[in-house]
């Protein structure tokens, strides 16, 4: 449903005899109908990184042109162009709060066209793009430190950060890592949280900026770093 943990068994990554040792991969990875080599550069790396993590698989992984479809199981768009005639369903395009030199993974949710979903790799320009694909088939689904905190923890952190204001949450999703090839570490985080009713929501803009307006009968707020520690 989010970013924490699209790499865990079960999703693109399978054991289909029941071993405990992950046998299939199970995904698309799209590029461009005429992709650049950032965009081939960025697909090999991310498929390099699910080799890795199976003792078996299937080639073949790799189609251009996204126009097409429905895929019946879980993507990898290389690109913000990259299915951009069902943007509509993706959302804003992730790339329009990039800076040069910046890359965005962000979450592709379940719709007609991608009915299982997945992740899109995309960047400002192809250091940006790069630099995305780098992390994603390198650190990720770490932080940073490859022993150290997940999205899951940093997920579970930012709920308990609500829930010790008083927030009650409906929905807490990761959107959004952010990477800039200039610079180590994540450069931000977009988070959204879906609460029930006016009340929590007047709490959780209170909790999380508490320089912000609450003259608004939204009942979901969008946050960006609001999981820093």
């Given at each position: 449903t989010d970013l924490r943990q699209l790499f865990a068994p079960g999703y693109i990554l399978e054991d289909r005899n029941g071993?405990?040792?992950?046998?299939f991969v199970n995904v698309r990875i799209v590029l461009p109908s005429t992709p650049g080599e950032a965009e081939v550069t960025a697909a090999a790396n991310l498929a390099a990184r699910?080799?890795?993590?199976?003792?078996?698989?299937?080639?073949?992984?790799?189609?251009?042109?996204?126009?097409?479809?429905?895929?019946?199981?879980?993507?990898?768009?290389?690109?913000?162009?990259?299915g951009s005639a069902n943007a509509s369903a993706l959302g804003t395009d992730p790339t329009t709060r990039l800076a040069p030199g910046q890359g965005a993974i962000t979450f592709v949710p379940q719709d007609a066209r991608y009915t299982r979903g997945g992740l899109r790799i995309s960047g400002y320009d192809a250091t940006g793009l790069l630099a995305a694909a780098d992390y994603?088939?390198?650190?990720?689904?770490?932080?940073?430190?490859?022993?150290?905190?997940?999205?899951?923890?940093?997920?579970?952190?930012?709920?308990s950060f609500l829930e010790e204001h008083d927030v009650?949450?409906?929905?807490?999703?990761?959107?959004?890592?952010?990477?800039?090839?200039?610079?180590?570490?994540?450069?931000?985080?977009?988070?959204?949280?879906?609460?029930?009713?006016?009340?929590?929501?007047?709490?959780?803009?209170?909790?999380?900026?508490?320089e912000t307006s609450t003259e608004t009968d939204s009942a979901s707020v969008s946050a960006a770093g609001a999981a820093q520690e």
């Open positions: 071993d405990e040792v992950v046998d699910l080799g890795y993590e199976t003792s078996a698989l299937d080639l073949g992984m790799a189609e251009t042109g996204a126009d097409g479809g429905p895929f019946d199981v879980p993507v990898v768009l290389i690109g913000a162009g990259v994603a088939s390198g650190r990720y689904p770490n932080v940073w430190g490859l022993e150290g905190d997940s999205y899951v923890d940093v997920v579970d952190k930012l709920g009650q949450v409906d929905v807490l999703a990761l959107d959004a890592i952010v990477l800039d090839a200039a610079r180590l570490g994540v450069r931000r985080l977009a988070a959204t949280v879906r609460v029930p009713d006016s009340e929590s929501f007047s709490r959780a803009l209170e909790a999380l900026d508490p």
